[in-house]
């Protein structure tokens, strides 16, 4: 038995039994792949995968056991590697961090300027993706930390701790006749045409909830993942944005103006989520803390690590 047999078994489960994509993201080949499978199955004398000829189906019951003790050993195999880089070169090294567009251009880059001061021979790497995206690189270990208002905080195998509160706000052209209703309501917003988020995005579910709940079928004429094209759009005098609070600045988005919508939405929290048990290098508790600094360094490393931690990790 060799850890790359375990990475096969490891990648089978996330890759939906599908051996060509398997043998892509380990950089082997097919044939190779079937070949560690085979070899441990031989050695272990039970079967893994339920097979229809060539095809595999999925996992026996010895396979899904298997499986378990695979992730721990792999993960206390990466910890192992993270521990002795941390303590060769505590200042230097590379941090993953998975994040959305939104949280990527508008809530890190004061985070992102205060860590690269702090820790200017660490390489940082922000890799963009969609909330399901983002859960699925931490569980996987394939980043250190994961930022999203989506999924994070409900997640298997993930602890996640908050960030920060937001919620949507309504943007529209200056002089639009919106800005002169008040209290501003949900039937009012029904009467033009909206350009939001698209499903799945940036609490975009928030928003049709509270139209649902009121009964109201709002018009919405476009839906983008980035808050710039809303507000491009919005520009151009084509509808109403609806849109995180955060993503709006009055010096940059001059001609447009934000109306508060925190009492039509319900508020989000923006959450920071790690893998459970993995071992972070020391820059990464830091990275968490400069994001929330009312977080506890002692609590983020006891639940993240699923214990008191035993280190001291000169943090």
């Known amino acids: 038995m060799n850890f790359q047999q375990l990475r096969i078994i490891r990648e089978a489960a996330r890759r939906d039994y599908n051996l060509t994509e398997v043998a892509n993201a380990l950089f082997t080949s097919q044939s190779g792949v079937s070949r560690h499978i085979r070899e441990l199955e031989d050695e272990l004398g039970i079967a893994l995968f339920i097979r229809f000829g060539k095809r595999l189906l999925g996992m026996t019951e010895p396979g899904k056991e298997l499986l378990v003790i695979a992730e721990r050993i792999l993960n206390d195999a990466n910890n192992i590697r993270k521990l002795a880089s941390t303590f060769a070169n505590r200042d230097t090294g590379r941090l993953l961090v998975a994040t959305t567009h939104t949280q990527a251009r508008y809530a890190l880059p004061r985070v992102v300027k205060a860590f690269r001061q702090q820790f200017p021979l660490v390489q940082l790497e922000l890799r963009q993706g969609s909330p399901e995206e983002i859960v699925r690189l931490v569980q996987g270990g394939e980043v250190d930390i ?52 698209q499903a799945g995005l940036t609490g975009r579910a928030r928003v049709d909830e509270a139209f649902a709940k009121a009964g109201i079928a ?65 820059f990464a508790w830091q990275f968490i803390q400069l994001c929330n600094p009312a977080l506890d360094l002692a609590d983020i490393l006891a639940n993240a690590m699923g214990n008191e931690p035993a280190i001291d990790f000169q943090i």
């Not at 937001?166 to 800005?179: F, R």
């Not at 980035?226 to 609806?242: C, Q």
């Not at 940059?252 to 071992?279: C, N």
Request: charged share 15%.
């Open 146 to 197: 994961g930022i999203s208002s989506e999924q994070l905080d409900r997640s298997d195998g993930i602890v996640a701790f908050p960030y920060y509160r937001w919620h949507h706000n309504i943007v529209v052209p200056a002089q639009h006749p919106l800005t002169r209703e008040s209290p501003l309501t949900l039937e009012a917003l029904a009467n033009w045409p909206i350009v939001t988020y």
């Open 218 to 282: 709002p018009q919405i004429l476009l839906t983008a993942q980035d808050s710039d094209v809303i507000k491009t759009y919005v520009e151009l005098e084509m509808g109403i944005g609806i849109l995180a609070d955060m993503a709006f600045n009055p010096q940059r988005d001059q001609g447009l103006v934000q109306l508060d919508g925190s009492h039509l939405f319900a508020p989000h929290t923006a959450w920071i989520g790690l893998k459970q048990g993995q071992f972070q290098h020391n």
